[in-house]
């Protein structure tokens, strides 16, 4: 995998597990963790304010969580979102359950930019477009700095 940094990284197994057991790590590291989760910038997408939210234990459905795990998660997502945007990270959110047979449950956590409308119109007809853009057009230093900073005020601002 190459990361948001442009750089390769390397894991074995399940990508989640590997990442809740710090086999690898990210340039900006952890926004925020906790017993059950971690809060990180998406891994390859250089999408300032794009967050993923994963839970430690290997589950591949929202409904494999407890009830008291499932509104801890929704805090942590809840208190993500104010934070960005009270620092004018992005305005506007969508958050993605990401369920996939066998593979790590995981949130995405994505903002609505607005280049993002600006080369496709419907963000969410046109994901994949919107992630080629990016990886094609912001692997630079200057979003790199930009998502170091917005994982930084999460950081600071997220309460353990
Ligand atoms: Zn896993």
Redesign the pocket.
């Known amino acids: 995998m190459i990361n948001y940094a442009n750089e390769e990284v390397k894991f074995s197994g399940?990508?989640?597990?590997a990442y809740?057991r710090y086999e690898f790590k990210l340039p900006c590291g952890l926004a925020f963790e906790n017993n059950n989760f971690t809060l990180s910038q998406d891994w390859e997408l250089p999408i300032v304010g794009f967050f993923v939210i994963s839970p430690k234990k290997?589950i591949s459905k929202l409904s494999e969580l407890t009830k008291e795990e499932r509104n801890e998660m929704f805090d942590i997502i809840d208190d993500t979102i104010k934070i960005l945007r009270k620092n004018n990270v992005c305005e506007d959110f969508n958050v993605i359950f990401e369920e996939k047979e066998n593979r790590?449950f995981h949130v995405w956590i994505m903002p609505r930019h607005k280049w993002m409308k600006e080369i496709c119109g419907n963000i969410m007809n046109n994901i994949g477009e919107i992630f080629d853009y990016a990886k094609q057009n912001y692997r630079n230093e200057e979003t790199y700095n930009k998502i170091e900073e917005s994982t930084n005020i999460l950081k600071l601002q997220l309460k353990k």
């Open positions: 399940c990508p989640g597990c809740a290997h790590h």
